[in-house]
């Protein structure tokens, strides 16, 4: 299975601040399918981004994803108080889909 | 817009079997390219894909449940369910059912289920 290693595990930032989030595959990604979810307490994960870089419905366009084969990026270009969260990518162009094991974004 | 409800127990005793079922509103299972999941999350920790069905009948299972788990589908009540044997304390999760295309873009709120000796 493909394993995804995101980086950092905390990120300690400020509202009004961009935020860049990694996620690492062990071996290349099938076309691209690459998703980023972000979690708070007690909620489900939300779609954010598919495909690498496409916006899920209702998206702000302050999210944005980048990358290919083993190496992706979440961009959140202008942090707002809403955006402090868990994030996690996920594999599913080779199964068993996969998760990484998110990123905490904290208010610094 | 599509709801998924997960409904069945919350505690189930160690070596038994854990069965929840997926209640899909607004819209038809049976229609569309979608694969309908189990997604679980232990208590604090990251996130596990279970296994999906899609809408035919046809499965995947993870590997690391494949031997304990089925899931299985109803279109006529528009719901699919999970059956998951010879559960432990390592089973103890939140679950969640979810539509699963290109990304998953539709979650339950998920259920609690705590396996106790």
């Known amino acids: 299975e493909i394993v995804l290693t995101q980086s950092p595990g905390t990120l300690s930032l400020s509202p009004g601040e961009r935020a860049t989030l990694s996620c690492r595959a062990s071996?290349?990604?099938?076309?691209?399918?690459l998703a980023w979810y972000q979690q708070k307490p007690g909620q489900p994960p939300r779609l954010l981004i598919y495909?690498?870089?496409s916006r899920a419905t209702g998206i702000p366009d302050r999210f944005s994803g980048s990358g290919s084969g083993t190496d992706f990026t979440l961009t959140i270009s202008r942090l707002e108080p809403e955006d402090f969260a868990v994030y996690y990518c996920?594999?599913?162009?080779?199964?068993?889909?996969?998760f990484g094991q998110g990123t905490k974004l904290e208010i610094k | 817009q599509v709801q998924l409800q997960e409904s069945g127990p919350g505690l189930v005793k160690a070596s038994q079997t854990l069965s929840l079922t997926c209640t899909v509103s607004?819209?038809?299972?049976?229609?569309?390219?979608?694969?309908w999941s189990w997604i679980r999350q232990h208590p604090g920790k990251g996130l596990e894909w279970i296994g999906y069905?899609?809408?035919?009948?046809?499965?995947y299972y993870n590997p690391s449940v494949k031997s304990r788990v089925s899931i299985s589908v109803d279109t006529s009540k528009n719901q699919f369910s999970l059956k998951l044997s010879s559960v432990t304390a390592a089973d103890t999760a939140v679950y969640y059912c979810?539509?699963?295309?290109?990304?998953?873009?539709?979650w339950g709120q998920g259920t609690l289920v705590t396996v106790s000796s």
């Open positions: 979810a539509r699963a295309a290109a990304g998953i873009d539709y």
């Open positions: 607004g819209g038809s299972i049976s229609s569309g390219d979608y694969y």
């Open positions: 069905i899609y809408y035919s009948g046809s499965t």
């Open positions: 071996q290349s990604v099938s076309s691209s399918y």
């Open positions: 495909g690498a870089s």
């Open positions: 996920q594999q599913y162009g080779s199964s068993p889909d996969t």
